[in-house]
């Protein structure tokens, strides 16, 4: 084995995680992290022939999954890695709640506004009083509408 070729895959892993845990986007390690993988790889076949590049290949790729892993968890518990994760849960009594399930079931059903919609105001859906808004457009009071989509507290309407 050249450790030449396992410095180059190994360094190209090494840009490929600064690429996924510390630089935003994909490109300035990233790239370069890739093209050093393959290099090593490629390498590894022109020099030792086939069965070698492919021992090199699989071996990056069964080596690579769990240690990222383990480099993922590692990297958490260090002081940096927690500063990129925020620790906070989303419960109630923080003022965090998911919506009401009754609001989630409205989607295609109609109903009647009334009060004008521009582009929010209340309708009757269900024979229950609901917070509305359009997409834009102003519809009057008394119009048939139909609820088109709900996201969390808000839902959309469009007249009929």
């Given at each position: 084995m050249s450790w030449f070729l396992i410095f180059l895959i190994?360094?190209?892993?090494?840009l490929l995680f600064i690429e996924i845990t510390l630089l935003p986007g994909f490109g300035a390690a990233g790239i370069p992290g890739l093209v050093l993988i393959v290099a090593g790889i490629g390498l590894a076949w022109v020099q030792f022939g086939l069965r070698t590049g492919l021992i090199y290949g699989s071996?990056?790729?069964v080596l690579?999954?769990?240690?990222?892993?383990?480099?993922l968890w590692l990297f958490r518990r260090t002081r940096l890695g927690?500063?990129?994760i925020l620790n906070i849960a989303a419960n109630r009594t923080d003022g965090f709640q998911a919506p009401p399930q009754e609001l989630v079931n409205l989607v295609g059903k109609s109903g009647k506004s009334?009060?004008?919609l521009r582009p929010a105001g209340t309708a009757l859906i269900n024979d229950q009083r609901v917070d509305v808004v359009t997409l834009g457009d102003f519809i009057g009071a008394e119009v048939e509408i139909e609820v088109i989509l709900v996201e969390g507290n808000r839902v959309v309407v469009r007249s009929l």
């Amino acid at each position: 084995m050249s450790w030449f070729l396992i410095f180059l895959i190994g360094l190209g892993v090494l840009l490929l995680f600064i690429e996924i845990t510390l630089l935003p986007g994909f490109g300035a390690a990233g790239i370069p992290g890739l093209v050093l993988i393959v290099a090593g790889i490629g390498l590894a076949w022109v020099q030792f022939g086939l069965r070698t590049g492919l021992i090199y290949g699989s071996a990056t790729v069964v080596l690579t999954i769990p240690l990222a892993i383990l480099a993922l968890w590692l990297f958490r518990r260090t002081r940096l890695g927690g500063s990129f994760i925020l620790n906070i849960a989303a419960n109630r009594t923080d003022g965090f709640q998911a919506p009401p399930q009754e609001l989630v079931n409205l989607v295609g059903k109609s109903g009647k506004s009334i009060t004008p919609l521009r582009p929010a105001g209340t309708a009757l859906i269900n024979d229950q009083r609901v917070d509305v808004v359009t997409l834009g457009d102003f519809i009057g009071a008394e119009v048939e509408i139909e609820v088109i989509l709900v996201e969390g507290n808000r839902v959309v309407v469009r007249s009929l």
